[in-house]
Each structure stands twice: as structure tokens, then as C-alpha cells.
């Protein structure tokens, strides 16, 4: 069912710990997204990437980084996770070409730090 | 910058209903992009409708429809003959043409259908 896919689906981890949250997708797009939703809260992108070693911040300030070496994988990186980066992290991807192409999203990663 | 309210944090209505969620943003764009979003319950996001601002027919997709009135910037989700399936999440989110694909989110409504 689903084209785009994350890992892990929850994360429970201790404060300092380097994390990396995966996301990777089948359908060849070019572009792909992270977001932070926490509850009952809207949507926040805090990074994009138009295509292969194309990365940029979005508008929600992160401690995390990006990388995108291959078209398929997205992955986002905290080098020191905190108390404050709990919350449920949405990775996303869309077609290139087209203004209103929807995006396509995966399950999400849901990740505590105590 | 534009902003997207929702001012329904949750409604519920019995299964078969007729259900109206509102959207209003906040804009001084005249080409922008409007979207519907759905997020069931643990369940992937995945788009409901979408409408182009220089379109003045409303969209509509099976028993989804929008009202679209641009001169009020308001962007109403109406779900007809509703199902339990349609309970879920729901988030209006707006792009400006040219803005690199960035969407703005409202906070979203969650809509519960009682059987």
C-alpha cells in the first residue's frame, strides 16, 4: 500500500543519543520533505530537497540535518537528541513539474526522548 | 506571510450525515494552490481534494466537495453521506504559486463518525 516508507514507526531513546530517522520512497520522485507535527498542532517543514545532493531548511528552526544522496532516501539525522525533539516526525514526497501535485506521505515516526 | 485557520478543533456527526469543515487563510497572493488532507487514525496522510485559486469551479471528488469563495478566502470541506472510514484528521493547508512547494497547515479538525 504504501510507496514511502519510514523507520522506525516509534523511537524511545535517552537525552545526548545520535539518532537517524530513515525515510525512503519508490515512486522516483525528485522532491521529498520532513515535517514535525506535534498534536493537535499543524504541520511544520523543517527540511526539503528538490533532488540528489539538494538539501534546505524549512520554516521551522531544527537542530536536525539532512542528506540526500540517492533520489530514494531522505534520511534525518539529530546529533544529540533532547527533551524537546519529542514528537511525531512525517517524511513526504512529490512529483516534480506540477504546482498542486500532492504530496505522499509516510507513516510517520513517533519518537520520545526521556 | 499567510496563515490557514481552522476553528473546529473536533466535530462528530452520525455516519450518513452531511459534514461541513471550515478553512479560512490569510493571504495577498492572487495565485495560490488549496489543499484537504486526510490522516485517519495511524494511518498515512494522504490528499482529499485540491483546488487552484484561478478556478472558480469548486472542486469536487466522489462524495467530497469544496466551497471555494476567494473574495472571503474561505475554503470549506463539505463530505456527503458520510462513513465511518472518513473519521480522521483533517487538515486544509495552502501553497502560493512559486513558493517552492511549500505548503502553510492549518491545525486541523478531527472529524469522529458515530455509526
Known amino acids: 500500500e504504501a510507496d514511502i516508507y519510514q523507520t522506525p514507526r516509534y523511537l524511545v531513546i535517552g537525552t545526548g543519543k545520535k539518532i537517524t530517522l530513515e525515510c525512503s520512497q519508490t515512486m522516483g520522485h525528485d522532491k521529498m520533505y520532513w515535517y514535525q507535527q506535534d498534536p493537535g498542532m499543524e504541520l511544520h517543514l523543517i527540511h526539503y530537497?528538490?533532488?540528489?545532493?539538494?538539501?534546505e531548511k524549512g520554516d521551522l528552526s531544527s537542530e536536525s540535518t539532512v542528506s540526500r544522496i540517492r533520489t530514494e532516501h531522505f534520511p534525518l539525522t539529530l546529533e544529540s537528541a533532547r527533551p524537546s525533539h519529542t514528537s511525531q516526525y512525517l517524511c513526504?514526497?512529490?512529483?516534480?513539474?506540477?504546482?498542486?501535485?500532492?504530496?505522499?506521505f509516510g507513516n510517520g515516526t513517533r519518537l520520545t526522548v526521556t | 506571510a499567510q496563515t490557514v485557520t481552522q476553528s473546529q478543533p473536533e466535530m462528530s456527526v452520525q455516519e450518513a450525515e452531511t459534514v461541513t469543515l471550515s478553512c479560512t487563510y490569510d493571504t495577498s497572493e492572487s495565485n495560490y494552490y488549496l489543499f484537504w488532507y486526510k490522516q485517519p487514525p495511524s494511518r498515512q496522510m494522504i490528499l482529499v481534494i485540491r483546488q487552484e485559486a484561478y478556478k472558480q469551479q469548486n472542486a469536487t471528488e466522489n462524495r467530497f466537495s469544496v466551497n471555494f469563495q476567494k473574495a472571503a478566502k474561505s475554503f470549506s470541506l463539505k463530505i456527503s453521506d458520510s462513513q465511518l472510514g472518513d473519521t480522521a484528521m483533517y487538515f486544509c493547508?495552502?501553497?502560493?504559486?512559486?513558493?517552492?512547494?511549500?505548503?502553510?497547515w492549518g491545525a486541523g479538525t478531527k472529524l469522529i463518525i458515530k455509526p
Open positions: 530537497s528538490y533532488g540528489v545532493n539538494s538539501t
Open positions: 493547508a495552502f501553497m502560493k504559486h512559486g513558493s517552492n512547494y511549500q505548503l502553510i
Open positions: 513526504a514526497s512529490s512529483e516534480s513539474g506540477y504546482y498542486n501535485s500532492p504530496l505522499h
